[in-house]
């Protein structure tokens, strides 16, 4: 178990992707590094996942996390 979180932890930390865990609202839970380098924020956690739109989109963002509950 040790093992794998530690290849899951470095597999998360390197990744070029932004990696996400929402909640049921679409706030972020966890970012990757690379969720950070992609917005420019540095703290990500708390913010909803709208943040990695451009402002005009983030109603469709918000109706997309909708039809996906």
């Known amino acids: 178990l040790a093992y794998r979180k530690a ?19 679409g706030i972020i839970r966890f970012a990757s590094a690379a969720g950070e380098r992609f917005t420019g924020i540095t703290d990500l956690e708390g913010r909803h996942l709208d943040v990695f739109f451009d402002p005009l989109d983030a109603e469709i963002v ?6 996906a509950k």
Not at 7 to 25: C, F, M, P
């Open 7 to 25: 290849v899951n932890h470095l597999i998360v930390e390197n990744s070029d992707d932004a990696l996400v865990n929402l909640d049921e609202r």
């Open 62 to 67: 918000r109706e997309a996390l909708a039809m």
